[in-house]
């Protein structure tokens, strides 16, 4: 435990020190320097190159190509659910206060990180609130997602965040903020149908129309806006997606990313995000009726992704690269189904494991571990947020 909470604490105060700004695996279109270049931005090959260039490198060449550190909404919504988690906490034991600060001071940064997330809401003539990144995105060379275009992914995480907030602040503002993004998702986002339901698209573009977890995820904030409203639309709305998605489980529990032939893959942190959109569902609107795809999706999940030494698995089926989201989405998952001490061993192997090889001695923590050369670039969005979202919910557990 001490181990775990020396951890948390050294991961907090980096964060804070860098003002919760930093780059992000899928920047490099962010580069002043190589989008200054006349004609190439504008070619589709060009930006993807630049992309996975600075992805996949494995040293951070970010200063050189005057790559900004920036805020990016969903990083600041994982940083302000941690926030509300490690307020939770400190109420319900106050000698954590002594490693990460007094009530006051938490409540006064989730306040700051609250009125933040709002700001950074994309621009445009949306229904409601809704989030993006702030980085072009060129998705191989099928489709280019503009700088801060909102995705139901983004979306979720922030809105999320703000409800959470509010439970603390009772600041009306986070909460209506919140709940207006429900018209995001019914309005703005097309659907794919699939069996006896649809599919939510990842934005409002054309492109990634057919993605499991996206469309989850939808159904996960329309779970939580029906908590809050009773609009029976929106429970029946995120049925709907749900029957879709579970229509497209495998037999053995697993969920491929998406329909189309080249996300075919099953990964290991969407197969969690599935799992907490699913209990999340169920527990918001007493539908049991998918029970049965969540116990086979965990026991799939569960027995999948996670070596006997406490090693996170990406794939299936290929233990490399080894990421930082792989450990922490499964104390995200477990902790919000209530799982936590029916696996107490395997979280504990996992979580000492990723603090002994994947945390550096600053407090930041690695992107990928790789059989060569790792990327050990610290990334605010996709490490060090992802990880203080997911470490203050063991607080909690």
């Given at each position: 435990?001490?181990?775990?909470?020396?951890s948390?604490?050294?991961l907090?105060?980096?964060?804070?020190?860098?003002?919760?700004?930093?780059?992000?695996?899928?920047?490099?279109?962010?580069?002043?320097?190589?989008?200054?270049?006349?004609?190439?931005?504008?070619w589709?090959?060009?930006?993807?190159?630049?992309?996975?260039?600075?992805?996949?490198?494995?040293?951070?060449?970010?200063?050189l190509?005057?790559?900004?550190?920036?805020?990016?909404?969903?990083?600041?919504?994982l940083?302000?659910?941690?926030y509300c988690?490690?307020?939770?906490?400190?109420?319900?034991?106050s000698?954590?206060?002594?490693?990460?600060g007094?009530?006051?001071?938490?409540?006064?940064?989730?306040?700051?990180?609250?009125?933040l997330?709002?700001?950074?809401?994309?621009?445009?003539?949306?229904?409601?609130?809704?989030?993006?990144?702030?980085?072009d995105?060129?998705?191989?060379?099928?489709?280019?997602?503009?700088?801060?275009?909102?995705?139901?992914?983004?979306?979720c995480f922030?809105?999320?965040?703000l409800?959470?907030?509010?439970?603390i602040t009772?600041?009306?503002?986070?909460?209506?903020?919140?709940?207006?993004?429900?018209?995001?998702?019914?309005?703005?986002?097309?659907?794919?149908?699939?069996?006896?339901?649809?599919?939510?698209?990842?934005?409002?573009?054309?492109?990634n129309?057919?993605?499991?977890?996206?469309?989850?995820?939808?159904?996960?904030?329309l779970?939580?806006?029906?908590k809050?409203?009773?609009?029976?639309?929106?429970?029946?709305?995120a049925?709907?997606?749900?029957?879709?998605?579970?229509?497209?489980?495998?037999?053995?529990?697993?969920?491929?990313?998406?329909?189309?032939?080249?996300?075919n893959w099953?990964?290991?942190?969407h197969?969690?995000?599935?799992?907490?959109?699913?209990?999340?569902?169920?527990?918001?609107?007493?539908?049991?009726?998918f029970s049965?795809?969540?116990?086979?999706?965990?026991?799939?999940?569960l027995n999948?992704?996670f070596?006997?030494?406490?090693?996170p698995?990406?794939?299936?089926?290929?233990?490399?690269?080894?990421?930082?989201?792989?450990?922490a989405?499964?104390?995200?998952?477990?902790?919000?189904?209530?799982?936590?001490d029916?696996?107490?061993?395997?979280?504990?192997?996992?979580?000492?494991?990723?603090i002994?090889?994947?945390?550096?001695?600053?407090?930041?923590?690695?992107?990928q571990l790789?059989?060569?050369?790792?990327s050990?670039?610290?990334?605010?969005?996709?490490?060090?947020?992802?990880?203080?979202?997911?470490?203050?919910?063991?607080?909690?557990?």
């Amino acid at each position: 435990m001490s181990d775990f909470i020396k951890s948390l604490e050294s991961l907090k105060l980096y964060c804070e020190r860098e003002q919760f700004m930093g780059w992000d695996p899928y920047d490099g279109l962010n580069s002043k320097l190589l989008m200054s270049i006349p004609g190439l931005k504008d070619w589709g090959l060009y930006r993807l190159c630049v992309i996975q260039f600075f992805k996949r490198c494995p040293f951070n060449l970010r200063r050189l190509a005057l790559v900004p550190k920036d805020y990016n909404s969903k990083g600041i919504g994982l940083l302000l659910q941690g926030y509300c988690n490690l307020y939770n906490a400190v109420k319900n034991d106050s000698e954590l206060a002594l490693k990460f600060g007094k009530l006051d001071d938490i409540k006064a940064t989730i306040d700051n990180l609250s009125d933040l997330l709002i700001s950074l809401q994309s621009q445009g003539d949306y229904h409601g609130a809704c989030w993006g990144y702030n980085f072009d995105w060129q998705a191989r060379l099928l489709f280019l997602f503009p700088k801060n275009t909102p995705t139901v992914v983004a979306t979720c995480f922030c809105a999320t965040a703000l409800i959470s907030a509010y439970e603390i602040t009772k600041n009306k503002q986070y909460l209506n903020t919140a709940l207006s993004s429900a018209q995001f998702i019914i309005n703005d986002l097309h659907r794919t149908k699939s069996d006896d339901g649809f599919l939510f698209s990842y934005s409002p573009l054309q492109g990634n129309d057919t993605v499991y977890n996206a469309s989850l995820l939808g159904s996960k904030l329309l779970s939580y806006c029906y908590k809050y409203t009773g609009f029976e639309e929106y429970k029946s709305l995120a049925r709907e997606s749900i029957i879709a998605c579970c229509k497209g489980q495998q037999e053995n529990g697993a969920w491929v990313y998406g329909k189309l032939p080249v996300q075919n893959w099953v990964d290991s942190f969407h197969t969690g995000y599935n799992l907490d959109a699913l209990n999340t569902y169920q527990q918001l609107t007493g539908d049991t009726s998918f029970s049965h795809n969540i116990e086979k999706g965990l026991d799939y999940y569960l027995n999948n992704f996670f070596e006997q030494d406490g090693c996170p698995k990406y794939y299936d089926n290929k233990k490399y690269p080894i990421d930082i989201h792989c450990p922490a989405q499964l104390f995200v998952t477990l902790t919000r189904m209530g799982l936590l001490d029916e696996h107490n061993e395997l979280v504990d192997n996992v979580l000492s494991w990723t603090i002994r090889n994947m945390q550096a001695p600053e407090g930041y923590f690695y992107y990928q571990l790789k059989p060569g050369i790792s990327s050990k670039i610290s990334y605010m969005r996709w490490s060090n947020a992802f990880m203080f979202y997911a470490l203050t919910y063991l607080l909690n557990g």
